[in-house]
T-cell receptor, first 109, second 116 residues
């Protein structure tokens, strides 16, 4: 029961902004949009989350469309260390996290 | 962010033996811990959810008698793979959530299990 759709893979040049899209057209009103990433052979790392408003932290920005049916994670200045699988997850926040297949982002020197 | 550790980071065992993996929340109390399994080039698959002091809730298709989960304290959960077989070889990852951390789940670094 995939709740999100993400591209399988993306490339981005080092130093450029990486924009990772996510479609979640069936999102419910109480569900947040969470982003995690997983660098090879490590546990997932929390990046950012939001409900309706755009959010920014030291790692990334999250842009959520007004109808909340899609969002974009922005890494403003990608580095080689940002190469990872990025997971977009929607859930109410007090339940279990279910991971989809994510987007494999490769940063190219 | 909060820190979750796992021990061991990797383990190799013989078929038929049991292996215990520990998951600890180092700087917060984890009322809920989750165990995931990940096969190569695949996504994380949730195995079970454990709440401190109560029995774990297993996902459909996960054998509770094979994957024993104990969450005896607010900072420690253990996963024991009993009578391990080569098909149990995988990357096991735990995560933890606590009342002081909002709804965020913090993940451990994972344990690579290889069963010979």
């Amino acid at each position: 029961d995939a709740k999100t759709t993400q591209p399988t893979s993306m490339d981005c040049a080092e130093g450029r902004a990486a924009n990772l899209p996510c479609n979640h057209s069936t999102i419910s009103g109480n569900e947040y949009v969470y982003w995690y990433r997983q660098i090879h052979s490590q546990g997932p790392q929390y990046i950012i989350h939001g409900l309706k408003n755009n959010e920014t932290n030291e790692m990334a920005s999250l842009i959520i469309t007004e109808d909340r049916k899609s969002s974009t994670l922005i890494l403003p200045h990608a580095t080689l260390r940002d190469t990872a699988v990025y997971y977009c997850i929607v859930f109410p926040g007090n339940e279990k996290l279910t991971f989809g297949t994510g987007t494999r982002l490769t940063i190219i020197p | 962010g909060a820190v979750v550790s796992q021990h061991p980071s990797r383990v190799i065992c013989k078929s038929g033996t049991s292996v215990k993996i520990e998951c600890r929340s180092l700087d917060f109390q984890a009322t809920t811990m989750f165990w995931y399994r990940q096969f190569p080039k695949k996504s994380l698959m949730l195995m079970a959810t454990s709440n401190e002091g109560s029995k774990a809730t297993y996902e459909q298709g996960v054998e509770k008698d094979k994957f024993l989960i104990n969450h005896a304290s607010l900072t420690l959960s253990t996963l024991t793979v009993t009578s391990a077989h080569p098909e149990d070889s995988s990357f096991y990852i735990c995560s933890a959530r606590g009342p002081t951390q909002g709804n965020e789940q913090f993940f451990g670094p994972g344990t690579r299990l290889t069963v010979l």
